[in-house]
C-alpha cells in the first residue's frame, strides 16, 4: 500500500506582503486540515515559511497562531524552517513553539524512508556573506543518509537543490541565487551517490515545478498563500504525495497538478566540461584536423 503524506509549503501568516495573500493563512490552514483528515495521510509535513517575518516579539505570535492551526490536523505533523521562520526566531524558538525538535531525521513508513533535510535555512545579510549558506555538517548528513539508504528515499528540504530555472518567477526571476543554496551542486553530487530510487520535494519558489537530474525527481509545491500565478486570489495549494512503486504528486486549489511517475536508479552520463576544453572539439571550433 502506498504511503500517503500531505504537505503545506510557504504558508506566510501574516499581513498580505508583496503577492503573498497572509491575511487569508488562517482560514486557508482551516481548509488544509479538513483535506489531511479527509485523506486519512500517514504523515503532515510542514515545509517551512510559515510566517512573514516582522520582528521577534510578532513572528514569536504569528508562528504560535499557525501552531494552533496544526492542532486541527490528525495525522503526526513534522515541520521543517523556513527563511522567514529564522529571520528574526532561532530554531530553539521554533522547536519551543511548534513542541518538536527540528535536527535532520529520518522515518521509514511503509516501504521508504523519509529524510527530512533540516539544513540551514537562515539568509545572511552582511556584505560579505549575504544569502543562504549550505553547511558542510548539513551536506555529511544528507551523504551519510543517501550512502546507507537501503529503500527509496524522499528528501524533503525547505530550499530546493534541483538549481532549475526561474524564468517567469515574481520573486526569483531577477534572484536567482537567492532560489537555492550556492553549494546546491555538491548537493546535488551527494544524491548522485544513491542506490536506491530518490525523490526530492521542497518549497521556498512559490510554484509547482518538476525537474528531472540525473535520474532523480526533484518536485516545488506552490505556496499556500501565493497568488502571482493566480490573479490576485491565494493559490490554496493542498498537496498529497503517494510513494509506492509509482508516486503521485497531487496539488488541489487554484493553481492544481496531478503528475505521476516511476522512480529509478539510472544515473546519466556526466555532462561534459566547456567545449574548448576538449581537443577533438575544441579542435574542430579552430578548424584544425581531429
Given amino acids: ?30 481548509e488544509f486540515a479538513r483535506f489531511a483528515n479527509e485523506a486519512r ?34 495525522a503526526p505533523i513534522c515541520h521543517i524552517n523556513g527563511n522567514h521562520d529564522r529571520d528574526h526566531l532561532s530554531v530553539a524558538d521554533n522547536e519551543e513553539i511548534l513542541g518538536q525538535a527540528l535536527g535532520h531525521q529520518t522515518l521509514d513508513i511503509g516501504g521508504w524512508r523519509i529524510a527530512l533535510w533540516r539544513a540551514d535555512t537562515r539568509i545572511r545579510r552582511e556584505p560579505e556573506n549575504r544569502g543562504f549558506l549550505l553547511g558542510e555538517a548539513d551536506l555529511l548528513w544528507l551523504s551519510r543518509i543517501v550512502q546507507n539508504a537501503d529503500r527509496p528515499l524522499l528528501v524533503v528540504s525547505h530550499v530546493p ?12 526571476e531577477a534572484n536567482p541565487s537567492s532560489s537555492t543554496y550556492p553549494q546546491a551542486a555538491r548537493a546535488r553530487a551527494v544524491l548522485s551517490q544513491a542506490r536506491v530510487p530518490v525523490v526530492c520535494i521542497a518549497g521556498h519558489v512559490h510554484w509547482n515545478t518538476i525537474t528531472h537530474i540525473d535520474g532523480i525527481t526533484h518536485l516545488t509545491q506552490q505556496s499556500l498563500t501565493e497568488s502571482f500565478t493566480t490573479q490576485g486570489e491565494p493559490a490554496a495549494a493542498l498537496g498529497l504525495i503517494e510513494l509506492g512503486d509509482t508516486v503521485r504528486w497531487r496539488v488541489e486549489g487554484r493553481d492544481p497538478i496531478d503528475f505521476s511517475f516511476i522512480p529509478n536508479t539510472r544515473r546519466w552520463t556526466p555532462p561534459v566540461p566547456p567545449f574548448h576544453q576538449i581537443p577533438e572539439v575544441a579542435a574542430r571550433m579552430k578548424g584544425e584536423p581531429a
Wanted: hydrophobic content about 40%; aromatic content about 6%.
Fill in 1 to 30: 500500500m502506498a504511503v500517503r503524506i500531505c504537505l503545506v509549503a510557504d504558508i506566510h501568516h501574516g499581513k498580505p506582503s508583496m503577492t503573498k495573500r497572509g491575511d487569508t493563512a488562517l482560514d486557508l490552514m482551516g
Fill in 41 to 74: 495521510a500517514d504523515l503532515v509535513l510542514d515545509l517551512g515559511d510559515r510566517i512573514s517575518d516582522i520582528d521577534r516579539d510578532t513572528d514569536i505570535g504569528l508562528e504560535r497562531d499557525v501552531a494552533e492551526a496544526f492542532k486541527a490536523v490528525e
Fill in 161 to 172: 537543490v534541483s538549481g532549475h530555472s526561474q524564468v517567469g518567477n515574481y520573486y526569483f
